[in-house]
Every structure is written in C-alpha cells, then in structure tokens.
C-alpha cells in the first residue's frame, strides 16, 4: 500500500461518481473503468469516495471484451494500491452497484445504512473507519441522494441520524458524495453533527481552471459544468485547497467531474481529537 502522508500535513479528499465505469448510450456505449485507474492516480488523493461504482452487471460482460472480472472498487483499488471497501446500494435486472471507498490508510470497519426513500430509487450510506497514522480513527461517510428535493431532505435527516448514533461526537468525520442538491440546501442540517461545507467557503482557492458559482464547486456534466451536485462535509478539519477534474479528458470518463479537497486537521484534530 501506499505510504501515508505526515498526519500533521494536509489530507486530500476526491469525490467522484463514476457512472459505473460506462460513458454513453445505446451501441455507442464505451467502457471507461480502465482510463478512470490511471486518471484517479493523477488525482493522489489520501481518501476516495465513489459512487455509482458497478459490483456485477452480466450484460456489460457479454458486452465488452475488457469488461474486468473482479468488481470495480477492487479495480481501482487494486491499480492504485490502496485499500477498497464497497457496499451495494441497488439491484437491477444485470447486476448491482453501490458506494465504495479507497484508502491509502488500513480500514477499520465497514458499515452499510439504507436510506432508499421509495421504490423507485435504492440509496444507501457507506460508513467506513480508516486508521490515519499514530492510531487516529476517521469516520468516511459516502453518500449518493436521491433525485427528488423531498427525497434529499428526508435521507439528509437519516444521514444526521445516523451520525448521531453511530460516530461518537468527538471524532473526525468526512461525508462526501453525489448529494444531488444543485440548490444548496443540505448545509443546516449537516451542521446538527458539526459538519461542514469545506468545498464552499468564501476565503477557498478554487483552481484556476474551474468555474465558480456562489463558491460552490460546479461538477455536472463534466464537459461543462453547471451544478454543484458533488459536495465534501467535515468535521475537525479546515479547508486548505478546493480543486476540480476538469476538461475534454474527465468528461470521456463520467458525467461528473471529480471534486478534490486538500484538508488540514484544526488544532483540536491535531491535538489529537478522534484516537
């Protein structure tokens, strides 16, 4: 695995929706997950939330001569050297795909929460534990929301209450994902367990090459984006470095263009907040 950084420097966090490792419609679909192992490792990222990532689907692997036999967090987890977890969030007729987290730090524990708000829609929380370096636990939460604004509003609720019972008060936290909420409206409630948006503060330096919109970080569609549908929560972590995959390269990849944030521990962190 790869060696982790000094946990007393920046930690950097991506989170991408990789459209299940398929770009396009129809007979002219192209398979993607094979371009996306080489691209995510130009990101370097310490910790890699994924969503739409495709476990199984039995008619892409008739489909395409490369289509890989092994899942495709363990893909990408096993080209980038880094640590994979995965859980399913919905089953269709061909298979299944879910969130997925990759980590340069040792997992500790992997939980699943289902947060589907009606049939037509399965959705679903990753809650995964990674060791940082001197023994210091971080709580990832990956999320992928539903369409519907109502929807959105009631997983949120599910999310909070989640963290509530299940992440003690005093540890870190990252909840990063595709939350769908183009409008902005999430923040408040994220704020009852101390999260923030680290990806939307007035004083974060947007790379130069991404657009800008209220300082929210726009990711959909990749080939010019427009919403703000990917965001990146914390907890005991200040914003250092708010930088976007974008351009004619990452749109041939997903939909959505990954979103990148450099994060510093705030002093209590440091101190040791978290063990």
């Known amino acids: 695995m790869n060696a982790p950084c000094d946990p007393s420097g920046t930690l950097r966090i991506a ?38 990532v495709q476990f199984v689907h039995r008619h892409h692997a008739r489909h395409f ?81 539903g369409l519907f604004a109502a929807s959105r509003r009631r997983q949120a ?41 680290v990806a939307t503060l007035p004083d974060a330096h947007i790379g130069t090459r991404a657009p800008r919109w209220r300082h929210r970080v726009r990711t959909f569609p990749a080939w010019l984006p427009l919403m703000p549908l990917d965001r990146v929560y914390a907890r005991g972590f200040a914003p250092h470095l708010v930088s976007l995959g974008w351009g004619p390269a990452w749109a041939r990849l997903s939909d959505h263009a990954p979103l990148l944030v450099d994060l510093v521990p705030t002093p209590a962190r440091a101190a040791g907040a978290g063990a």
């Open 157 to 197: 609720a599910r999310l909070v209450r989640y963290i509530e019972t299940w992440v003690p008060s005093t540890d870190s936290l990252i909840v990063a994902g595709d939350f769908n909420d183009w409008r902005g409206v999430l923040g408040p409630e994220l704020g009852a367990v101390g999260l923030r948006d």
């Open 65 to 145: 001569r490369h289509w890989p036999e092994l899942p495709q967090h363990e893909v990408l987890g096993h080209a980038l050297g880094m640590h994979a977890a995965y859980h399913t969030n919905a089953v269709t007729r061909h298979g299944e795909h879910g969130n997925a987290l990759l980590s340069r730090y040792p997992v500790l524990a992997v939980a699943h929460h289902d947060v589907s708000d009606h049939r037509f829609e399965q959705r679903g929380l990753l809650h995964v534990r990674v060791c940082l370096p001197t023994d210091l636990t971080l709580h990832c939460v990956v999320v992928h929301f």
């Open 15 to 52: 989170s991408y929706n990789i459209h299940k490792g398929v770009l396009g419609f129809g007979p002219a679909k192209r398979l993607s997950i094979h371009a996306l192992k080489e691209a995510l490792g130009e990101l370097d990222a310490d910790v890699v939330f994924l969503q739409e």
